[in-house]
């Protein structure tokens, strides 16, 4: 079983900062790619920013030069640093993560969801 616990979400006003945190655990053999997902009601989930196999973080356009992913490969953790956040960033945050199980097997895992409200 292999778990992802996100932390981090919470309210904060336009222009400011947030941080979330994403920690996999369990019975890991090897991690992929791990990533940062997002979906606003009455929308449908889209892409934050994810690594890929090589390392290289993806970011959507609308977040480019908002926010920033690092990823703590020894710690299986990855953390979405926000700022500048507008009220358009509002929505449940999902961390995503493909991990090897064993030498052969492979799966995609999500986390929780942690609510980000950007409103004054």
């Known amino acids: 079983q292999v778990q992802l616990v996100e932390s981090g979400g919470g309210l904060v006003q336009p222009g400011g900062s947030l941080s979330l945190h994403c920690a996999a655990s369990g019975s890991i053999f090897r991690v992929i790619s791990m990533g940062w997902y997002r979906q606003a009601p009455g929308k449908q989930r889209e892409l934050v920013a994810d690594s890929n196999a090589g390392g290289a973080i993806n970011y959507a356009d609308s977040v480019k030069g908002r926010f920033t992913m690092s990823k703590l490969n020894a710690a299986n953790t990855v953390l979405l640093q926000m700022s500048s956040l507008e009220p358009g960033d509002t929505a449940v945050y999902y961390c995503?993560?493909?991990?090897?199980?064993?030498?052969?097997?492979?799966?995609?895992?999500w986390g929780q969801g942690t609510q980000v409200t950007v409103s004054s």
């Open positions: 995503a993560a493909r991990i090897y199980t064993d030498y052969k097997t492979w799966d995609e895992y």
